[in-house]
């Protein structure tokens, strides 16, 4: 009886486990589909049909390119960087947010909540402030990122431990500090010319999006989510309880920060790029939780590709809606704030964050 009992649930882990593989198989056509889309829409009005073309002539030279080099110059140096760091941004966002979730036990933690995003952007608006552009941008936002965290850490310490909730409260006070040096920098910029930046900057664009960010978007991003994806099994026993967990023989504490070392580097790397772009990392994973559950072995990559194909879409709906381009921040939060709503009432309809 013992054995039989034992292996009831292998059916039941099956049919859940190939449900996944189908819903991820379908996001996945349906992220294709979107990247597609997203290259043929614009000012330039191009067809999949001449986009391939464009694409393939690199690879081996047509005998007579039949198109507007301007077109060539749109697809490649303006629409893939930008649809490429959408991708890799709402990816490398909902990942992060998933793997927290989890990590803290609570649905209300998003990539922000260590810090990191807040000192990313006061890292960014210093450089704007100081007349600095380009690439030193970038890596003082980046590094500003990753100082953020390392001082919450040293907050969240005491004699070699460090508890969740300190951690929490932590992030919030650097968050805090760091939001009133952006506002004190807004304060005394050029109103004229480095308030305006400041200001859009913060909001959230991948409008300049070029190649060397892509290739910065994906160093943060690539090994981050995949340290992440190889502790799916840890996540699943911490977001049990820490005293669970320990009993079960995991290293605690290790995942914990390479976790949370891991989720810095992608808000840092996003906000360095593109700046603060919000309610990705919080809203997309739950929508992946109702499609496949709270295993994080099907509940990463769903929300990955999930947060991948959404940010897209938004991309598409910012520089297409009006004449002048719609920062992504704003509308990941109009539409983020609703859907979230709704979710957390259901939430709380159904028990709570423990009925997952």
Not at 103 to 118: A, H, K
Not at 150 to 178: C, D, N, P, Y
Not at 254 to 282: E, F, H
Request: charged share 10%; proline share 4%; net charge positive.
């Amino acid at each position: 009886m013992s054995t039989y009992s034992a292996r009831m649930p292998q059916p039941a882990t099956k049919g859940r486990n190939l449900g996944a593989v189908s819903v991820l198989s379908i996001l996945t056509c349906l992220l294709v589909a979107a990247i597609l889309y997203s290259v043929t829409i614009g000012r330039y009005d191009l067809s999949v049909r001449d986009v391939a073309y464009i694409l393939i002539d690199n690879v081996h030279p047509l005998v007579v390119p039949y198109w507007d080099p301007v077109h060539e110059v749109v697809v490649e140096q303006v629409r893939l960087p930008r649809i490429m760091a959408a991708v890799i941004i709402g990816f490398g966002l909902s990942v992060s947010g998933a793997a927290l979730q989890g990590l803290f036990r609570n649905p209300l933690v998003d990539p922000g909540v260590i810090g990191v995003t807040s000192g990313a952007g006061f890292g960014g608006t210093l450089a704007i402030l100081m007349g600095l552009q380009g690439y030193i941008l970038l890596a003082m936002a980046f590094l500003f990122g990753i100082g953020s965290v390392l001082l919450v850490k040293l907050l969240s310490t005491v004699r070699g431990r460090t508890s969740m909730l300190t951690l929490v409260l932590a992030g919030v006070v650097i968050s805090a500090f760091f939001s009133a040096a952006i506002s004190i920098a807004k304060l005394l910029a050029d109103p004229f010319q480095k308030l305006p930046a400041i200001t859009y900057w913060l909001m959230g664009s991948i409008a300049s999006s070029n190649y060397l960010d892509v290739l910065l978007l994906v160093a943060a991003v690539g090994p981050s989510a995949a340290a992440i994806y190889l502790l799916r099994f840890q996540i699943n026993i911490l977001s049990l309880g820490e005293e669970k967990a320990r009993a079960l023989g995991t290293k605690v504490v290790l995942v914990q920060w390479i976790i949370l070392v891991a989720s810095a580097l992608i808000s840092a790397g996003v906000v360095a790029t593109s700046g603060i772009i919000g309610w990705v990392g919080l809203v997309i994973p739950h929508v992946g939780r109702a499609l496949v559950g709270a295993s994080h072995q099907r509940l990463l990559p769903v929300s990955g590709v999930l947060g991948a194909i959404y940010l897209l879409l938004v991309d598409d709906l910012a520089r297409t809606v009006t004449t002048a381009e719609i920062p992504l921040g704003i509308i990941t939060a109009l539409i983020g704030v609703p859907v979230f709503a709704v979710i957390l009432r259901r939430l709380h309809a159904r028990g709570g964050w423990s009925s997952d």
